[in-house]
């Protein structure tokens, strides 16, 4: 029986790892979560899984838990110190980092220096710390185990591969909403537009991050730190029926790809059971007859900025990508919020990242400095 932890239990990720848990009750057992302020939600997933520890955002959200819970049992922390207390719950084997955003860095470094595996699915702890959150699990000798489908299928596709072999990985995405969406349109795009995702069923920031193909960008960065990669080994191709999850080149001119059904049930498990494989019986098998015709193209940088923008901080290294990510995450937020429109995401980006004079990450200080240099810089322009 492996105890898990899970750090952002109410996000789809979170709902997805729970739901593999509870098909596989004989392997897995939730010992503590965190979530943020969907405490109707939480507390089903307390009386289903009986955590002994759970953490929500604040004091108000604790209290309507505990409301909630009548007299279940549990302790319930607040904050990112009680995130940080499940991170560290002394019987959980792996951590499942799947908060939204910069907000899981801390607790995942927690977990990483108390020696638990982490399946990650918040890509944007390595966007932000890559050579800090890296280093640290070397030290603690930690497995990092990508959730995230196409680091899973790479990772699927590396494992048990010398690397000197790998000539190059290829990461595959939708496309989003928008692909094929002229120029011309993309000044009326709206929040509900956005928010209509063709394949995938995801969060809200994560759907945006979509459409804009930052979410693309940051999975870039993602694999330069998992698979120790150079930016010209990581390309990116767009393939609108998500079969194809990624693909790695060999240096004999070989492809490996992985493929399946859009469903993130599927990474989820292969992390939560590696090196084992779970049965997923419940889930439909991939026909490639139906799928009919599986098409390619390559990424319009044009219509879709962020991607260049991101390659663009993995480039300038040390602090940049933390710039990036901050700067998207409270524009990404703004958009929701209709405080902007969709391309003054990208422009405010540029614009951030070109008065970021940027330095070392070798540090925790580092980045947080800069990610917080730039939120602020990034409120400045949406106040403007």
Not at 245 to 271: K, N, Q, R, T, W
Not at 276 to 301: N, V, W
Request: with cysteine; glycine share 8%; proline share 4%.
């Amino acid at each position: 029986m492996k105890t898990i932890a899970v750090l952002g239990s109410t996000g789809s990720v979170g709902v997805t790892t729970l739901d593999v848990v509870g098909r596989f009750s004989d392997r897995f057992r939730v010992g503590a979560m965190a979530a943020g302020r969907n405490v109707e939600l939480m507390a089903q997933q307390v009386r289903r899984f009986g955590p002994e520890l759970v953490s929500v955002a604040d004091a108000d959200a604790a209290r309507r838990l505990k409301e909630l819970l009548g007299g279940h049992k549990v302790e319930i922390l607040t904050g990112l110190e009680g995130a940080a207390a499940v991170a560290t719950y002394p019987q959980a084997r792996l951590v499942v980092s799947a908060m939204v955003g910069a907000l899981g860095l801390r607790p995942t470094l927690r977990a990483i220096e108390a020696g638990k595996d982490i399946a990650f699915a918040n890509k944007e702890v390595l966007v932000v710390a890559g050579e800090v959150v890296t280093r640290a699990a070397q030290q603690n000798q930690v497995r990092l185990l990508p959730v995230d489908s196409e680091h899973n299928a790479l990772f699927q596709c590396i494992e048990g591969r010398k690397r000197s072999a790998v000539k190059r990985v290829i990461l595959t995405a939708s496309g989003g909403p928008f692909r094929t969406l002229a120029a011309e349109g993309f000044e009326k795009i709206t929040v509900a537009d956005a928010l209509k995702h063709p394949t995938w069923r995801m969060g809200a920031k994560i759907t945006i991050d979509s459409a804009t193909l930052m979410n693309k960008g940051l999975e870039v960065i993602e694999a330069r730190w998992l698979f120790g990669l150079d930016a010209s080994q990581i390309s990116v191709i767009i393939h609108p029926q998500s079969i194809i999850h990624s693909m790695v080149e060999m240096i004999d001119g070989s492809v490996l790809a992985e493929m399946a059904i859009p469903d993130m049930a599927i990474p989820v498990a292969y992390a939560l059971a590696f090196p084992e494989r779970l049965a997923m019986d419940h889930l439909r098998p991939l026909s490639l007859a139906q799928c009919g015709t599986l098409s390619f193209e390559e990424p319009d940088l044009g219509r879709f900025p962020c991607l260049r923008l991101a390659y663009e901080a993995l480039a300038a290294g040390g602090t940049m990508p933390a710039c990036l990510n901050a700067a998207n995450e409270e524009l990404v937020a703004g958009f929701l919020a209709k405080k902007i429109r969709f391309m003054e995401i990208p422009r405010h980006i540029e614009t951030v990242m070109g008065r970021h004079h940027g330095g070392p990450a070798r540090s925790l200080e580092d980045v947080l400095e800069t990610d917080s240099w730039a939120r602020a810089a990034t409120h400045e322009l949406m106040a403007a």
